[in-house]
């Protein structure tokens, strides 16, 4: 069968896409684990933000693809919706496979559109090449007037497959969730990397690519999708396995590499040992970018950060969260924020863990969460300043009630939530309130901080990759300054101003997929389904 994968072409404002442009390791990691004789290409749109339509089409028309699965987190959700629809338009035979967090976490709101066939739900190697499978065999004939009201002989074939939901008819058929694969004694085959058919992936100018070395995670953070996903559990790959990843994505042009695991630190035994492991396969030539808790690099970082920077990392995110206590309290993460000494908390592990990895010449890309139900704008300003004080690159968030986490939860009982429409839930649109700022002030606050924290940065990403910085440099000025004019910048217009044109240039920028008239007629969508309201 011929399988197209497409990632969707939304990003992360933290992340802009002219500087940097990261492959879907998850689509990889698919394409790599289907049975071999299927012929698979992988699009990440994230690199034709500009002609996602027109490469869809040019796609469809050159691959025929059978089978289309769309990678699809929650402020993505309406771009694949539209992607769906186009696809059926242009090939009206392709099945249509969903995946990724959003599917696994808000299922129904993709049965109500009928250019969905399949959802994989929580981890899909194993679930999508048993599809694949029974989609071999399916026996196309047309069914009896008897046998249209008993289950069709596909449907048979899939209702067995584990985290799958399957279209029978009119429903939706979920079949049991698929349990987690123990990496350690089930490895699963390398990514596919050859199976990409877009270039350009970059990080300030160094071809990126992934990799990951474990899955998952043990502790219970309010706002993590994770764990409502897969279950609190931590399960690694053999260090053998990923240096082998690595040399594939070195050999496929890498430069750099983002390890993407959900929480390498929880491991520091493990994070050391894979740590001497690069610097003897000589993979320290290229560099590293790391999430990880602050806790583990606070308590071992004496040891721990000299040993990172001769492997060759050069930026770690460090999930802060919040520097307020009782915040920290809210978010779930006061365990894996805590500075330890002999047994006992003695405060926050946030600037003794900056303080070794800033030591060894590493920057910190430092994670914070602003707008809890109890912040006034003194707490938010509070974790604004230690931000500009502490971390080389913010990536400061509002808490976003991402579907089943306990932090919904919480929001919702409140009443706080002043925004349901997830297109906005991007990790930058305040979409709550506090129980005493509005939630624009809350984004506002944030915007206006962040934009000159940026500035910090430029210096290092210019002696690092100078000539990048010269080409794209005013671009990515651009983006880091959106909605200013020359008014604002001699004081003509306020701050209010160049924050309302902000916002409106970005949710503009966000209509990646524009669908003609045609396409809407001709369609399927349900009314019940997004897509019907989409122009």
């Not at 959106?482 to 008014?487: E, F, M, N, Y």
Request: glycine content about 6%.
């Amino acid at each position: 069968m011929n399988v197209l994968l497409l990632s969707m072409p939304d990003s992360f404002e933290h992340m802009p896409a002219v500087a940097i442009r990261m492959p879907n390791g998850a689509l990889a990691s698919l394409a790599g684990n289907i049975d071999p004789h299927h012929k698979v290409a992988i699009a990440d749109l994230i690199l034709v933000q500009s002609h996602v339509r027109a490469t869809v089409e040019r796609l469809v028309t050159e691959f025929a693809p059978d089978v289309v699965g769309l990678s699809v987190m929650t402020f993505q959700r309406a771009t694949a919706l539209k992607i769906a629809r186009l696809i059926h338009t242009l090939r009206p035979s392709a099945r249509i496979v969903v995946g990724g967090y959003d599917p696994s976490l808000a299922t129904e709101e993709y049965e109500s559109c009928a250019d969905v066939d399949f959802i994989v739900r929580g981890e899909g190697e194993q679930t999508l090449s048993e599809l694949l499978r029974a989609l071999e065999q399916s026996d196309s004939r047309i069914p009896s007037p008897s046998e249209s009201r008993t289950p069709s002989p596909e449907s048979r074939r899939v209702s067995a497959i584990a985290g799958l939901s399957y279209r029978d008819g009119d429903r939706f058929v979920h079949n049991a969730p698929r349990p987690v694969i123990p990496l350690a004694s089930q490895t699963l085959r390398l990514p596919n990397r050859g199976a990409r058919v877009l270039g350009g992936y970059t990080l300030l100018g160094r071809a990126v690519d992934v990799v990951e070395t474990s899955r998952g995670c043990t502790f219970d953070c309010s706002f993590c999708s994770i764990i409502e996903m897969r279950g609190r559990n931590f399960h690694p790959y053999a260090i053998d396995r990923v240096l082998a990843d690595i040399a594939d994505a070195r050999a496929h042009g890498a430069e750099t590499i983002f390890l993407v695991d959900d929480n390498i630190t929880l491991d520091v035994e493990r994070f050391e040992a894979l740590c001497r492991a690069i610097i003897e396969s000589g993979f320290n030539t290229l560099e590293f970018f790391v999430q990880a808790m602050t806790a583990p690099i606070a308590q071992h970082g004496a040891r721990l950060a000299p040993l990172m920077r001769q492997a060759g990392f050069r930026y770690v995110f460090l999930g802060i969260e919040n520097i307020l206590d009782e915040h920290l309290g809210f978010l779930r993460a006061r365990a894996k924020n805590a500075r330890r000494e002999k047994g006992r908390t003695i405060g926050n592990a946030s600037i003794a863990a900056i303080e070794h990895l800033h030591r060894h010449g590493m920057f910190v890309v430092g994670g914070l969460i602003v707008g809890n139900p109890d912040d006034t704008r003194e707490s938010i300003e509070a974790n604004l300043a230690f931000a500009r004080r502490y971390v080389d690159w913010p990536y400061i968030q509002p808490p976003t009630p991402y579907r089943r986490t306990p932090m919904t939860r919480d929001f919702r009982e409140r009443g706080l939530i002043v925004d349901e429409d997830v297109s906005h839930y991007d990790g930058t649109t305040a979409v709550v309130r506090s129980e005493g700022v509005a939630a624009e002030d809350i984004e506002f606050l944030r915007w206006r901080a962040e934009r000159w924290m940026k500035m910090k940065h430029f210096p290092a990403a210019f002696l690092h990759s100078p000539l990048f910085v010269l080409r794209h440099g005013r671009r990515m000025l651009a983006h880091t300054f959106a909605g200013s004019t020359w008014r604002s910048m001699i004081g003509l217009e306020d701050d209010a101003a160049v924050f309302a044109r902000f916002r409106a240039r970005r949710r503009a920028e966000r209509d990646y997929v524009r669908l003609d008239p045609g396409d809407i007629q001709t369609g399927t969508a349900s009314p019940g389904c997004a897509i019907a309201s989409m122009g």
